[in-house]
């Protein structure tokens, strides 16, 4: 698809600035609230100011979490096309910069979209259940942390101060940890029953749990990060998503560098893969010979344990494509 117009949108908590570029020069700047109702409004006067068509209007935004979400509830309204991009792709496509803000940022943006138009990807309607899933799981994540947070101060203070006052103060937090962990249960009752009502979904939870070593919240990230494993085109791309997958960097004849893994990654999906790594090693019979067998020959474990996150991945994504759960019977005779 050839687009004619390019709107930049530098996306901030409580604004946006805009910028409308042709392809030869910018015909409009402007900052307004980062509301529905503000959104709707600025798009519908560039639409009848400029006389732009829907198809060939492109829209193009940084990444910014929860901040993006009343840009794209009314993209996808209006049926406007909407390019959410990484902020670091965008960074190092620019060239060399001198000076920032928020104005000059989103003519940046877009002259991006004019340069880099053919590699748009456009924003979609997700599937309602993912999106409900997304919500529950990152409110866990935060209740989660917020337990342990107390817990550690349970565990690690009573040898520090008075007795009496640690009893008292172990009491209060008790009462708040009892608080969270029922919120806790709460929502991943909510995230089962939601996964429930999909067929598609809970036969793919049952197969990621009929791996030794994977688990409900790795097998409900993955089904949340995937979008029930249709966004990645083959394991290799989680991988790499992940932060698991290796890779060299060369230069010339001087410059030679060991396979290393990528600091740009999901961090929690890196978390949660080394989890399930850690405990197929010990569970797994499979995972088991190849583990120790690495090592023996002189391999470095954590070397080793990355390879059995990458071995994870593979495995999960060859038995959703398959249809069919793990097989704990099964002996591989090359392993």
């Known amino acids: 698809m050839r687009f004619m117009y390019f709107l930049g949108i530098d996306l901030s908590k409580l604004k946006l600035d805009l910028s409308l570029f042709d392809g030869e020069e910018e015909l409009f700047n402007e900052k ?6 503000s959104i709707e409004e600025i798009l519908d006067e560039l639409i009848d100011r400029f006389q732009l068509n829907k198809n060939e209007l492109l829209i193009c ?16 309204k209006k049926g406007l096309n909407l390019w959410i ?3 670091a792709t965008i960074k190092w496509s620019s060239g060399v910069q001198r000076g920032k803000s928020d104005k000059i940022d989103a003519k940046r943006l877009a ?3 004019f340069r880099f138009q053919d590699k748009a990807r456009l924003v979609t309607v997700n ?3 993912i999106d409900k899933l997304k919500y529950l799981q990152s409110e866990r994540e935060l209740l989660v942390a917020d337990r342990a947070k107390y817990l550690a101060q349970i565990k690690d203070q009573p040898n520090f101060m008075p007795r009496t006052i640690f009893e008292e103060k172990k009491k209060r937090l008790d009462t708040i940890i009892k608080s969270l962990s029922k919120a806790i249960k709460i929502i991943e009752e909510q995230v ?3 996964i429930n009502q ?7 939870m049952e197969i990621m749990t009929s791996i030794n070593g994977v688990g409900d919240q790795l097998a409900t990230y993955m089904l949340i990060a995937t979008e029930g494993f249709r966004k990645f085109n083959n394991p290799r791309q989680f991988c790499c998503y992940a932060g698991i997958a290796p890779f060299r960097y060369t230069s010339g004849t001087s410059q030679r560098s060991k396979s290393k893994i990528s600091h740009r990654a999901d961090k929690k999906a890196k978390k949660l893969l080394h989890m399930a790594a850690l405990s197929s090693v010990k569970s797994n019979h499979e995972m088991k010979i190849y583990f120790n067998r690495k090592v023996k020959e002189g391999k470095n474990k954590m070397t080793v344990l990355n390879a059995v996150r990458a071995k994870i991945v593979h495995l999960i994504f060859a038995l959703i494509r398959e249809n069919r ?5 099964y002996i591989n005779q090359f392993a």
């Open 85 to 87: 991009e990484n902020p």
């Open 111 to 113: 002259i991006y979209a």
């Open 32 to 37: 307004r609230k980062n509301e529905i109702d």
């Open 61 to 76: 935004a940084e990444y910014t979490g929860n901040y993006s979400y009343p840009l794209v509830r009314t993209a996808l």
């Open 192 to 194: 089962k029953n939601l």
């Open 325 to 329: 759960k793990y097989d704990h019977f």
């Open 198 to 204: 999909t067929t598609c979904f809970k036969e793919q």
């Open 127 to 129: 599937d309602p259940i």
